[in-house]
Every structure is written in structure tokens, then in C-alpha cells.
């Protein structure tokens, strides 16, 4: 069993993020995607720091339950997990989730050539 996180992994799958910074860049690319017309994160209302900050507290307790447990986590449980921990009141559902885990997971946003400071000096 190899138990895939966003830290060094035991083997490297071609494309898939495996630091802790590319993988939080991806997820700021999804939080900002609302200014390009898109349901991107920020429609919840949780300013960008406040979600950043909830969404790696919620990685690092779902990775150390699945470290505990031996069984993985799903990105749909770290979002709700995140969102839970930044005060969001009325949580998505279950679709809404899968949608928006689906495009973080989306080659587009992996593959893209993305600035965070372009998108923090735009904002």
C-alpha cells in the first residue's frame, strides 16, 4: 500500500503535485477563479489567508488521521474540513464538492504556467 500525501511520495507519478507549495498554489488558482467567471472558492466568502490557513490545518490533521488509521482521505472531506475550520456556516454539497475537487485536480490548473503574485497584486 502506498499512501499518496502532498509531501515527498515513494514514487513519482508524472504530473501529480507533490509539495506542500504547489499544491496550495493550485488551490489559490481555484480560490481566485471566480474573476474569470467561475465558482472558484472565494464565492464562499472566506477571505484568501483565512481559507489558506484552514485548508493546510485541515491537510495536516487528515494526513495524520490517515497515517493513524491507514486509510486516505478524500479532497472533498479536506475542503469541508477547511471550510468547517474557517467559520463557514451553510456547507456545499456533496456535487458541489466533487465539482470543485475536480478541478483542482484539473490538468489546467496543474499544468498552467501561474504567478501567485501576479493574482495577489491583481486583487
Do not use: K
Not at 513519482?12 to 493550485?26: E, F, K, L, T
Not at 490538468?107 to 493574482?119: E, G
Amino acid at each position: 500500500m502506498i499512501l499518496f500525501d502532498w509531501g515527498e511520495t515513494l514514487v513519482d507519478v508524472p504530473g501529480m503535485i507533490h509539495s506542500p507549495d504547489q499544491h496550495i498554489s493550485c488551490v489559490e488558482q481555484l480560490y481566485f477563479e471566480a474573476r474569470e467567471g467561475r465558482a472558484g472558492l472565494s464565492r464562499f466568502g472566506i477571505r484568501w489567508l483565512t481559507l489558506r490557513g484552514a485548508y493546510l490545518e485541515a491537510a495536516r490533521n487528515l494526513i495524520a488521521r490517515s497515517s493513524e488509521t491507514g486509510r486516505e482521505h478524500r479532497f472533498e472531506d479536506r475542503l469541508l474540513e477547511a471550510f468547517r475550520l474557517a467559520g463557514l456556516g451553510e456547507m456545499p454539497g456533496e456535487a458541489e464538492l466533487t465539482g470543485l475537487v475536480s478541478r483542482l485536480a484539473s490538468p489546467t490548473i496543474r499544468i498552467r504556467r501561474w504567478s501567485p503574485a501576479a493574482w495577489r497584486n491583481s486583487v
